[in-house]
């Protein structure tokens, strides 16, 4: 199948999103209907396995080090969003850690690991990034490029209007949010108290613009998805 294009592709996460009301889709059967005991005297091939590990579309494992900070500043500071989750960046796709982290590829070569912790639903501007460099000091540079390169609209239908970033030792962690649903500022100086650090670098940025979909000049920066 053909790589849609990326308007295509934006109007399809559109759909799948919050920003409009779809009713829930009834199961596909053998796919997303649940699994079910054997019946009773069913012989089952010995040889035959599920690993999630080796699956193609599996995704990598979040860093543990960097997802227990996470979870040590959401202990000291709860972030009241749907479906939050840590995930891994992986650092080898080109096509999404740019839009994950706003890294380019020479940049990404400085990293040693990321996560990243979001909503499940793309109608909350909400997006906390926690990435380990491979030398301390490159922490500013990458934290003036995640602060300069991740688009503050790349939900498509909301905006965050607040980001900041700041080191610590060998980290940076990016945080931005529409105020109006997380308080950058509080929970960046609750992760200072969270993780028992002292910020060697602190930048921000606002945004004054809408989250009105009337553009796709601001979207240019979400990777294409493959049919």
Known sequence: MKKLTLTAALLAALALTACGNKPAEAP?????????????????????SVD??????AQPAPDAGLSGLIDSIYAVHPVDVMMLETTAVDLTDADWYPYQTGLDADQATKVDAAVLSEPGVG???????????????????IADAMLDGINMRKWVCVAANKARVVTFDDKVLFVMADSELVDVDALIDDAATALNVTFAYDMSKESTEDSDIDLPDELLSAPAVAG
């Open 52 to 57: 999630p590990e080796t699956d193609e579309n």
């Open 123 to 141: 109608s909350q501007a909400y997006s906390m990034v926690l990435v380990r460099v491979k030398d301390k000091a490159d922490t500013q540079e």
């Open 28 to 48: 596909t059967p053998g796919i997303d209907a649940p699994a079910t005991m054997p019946e009773e005297g069913m012989e089952i091939d010995p040889e035959f």
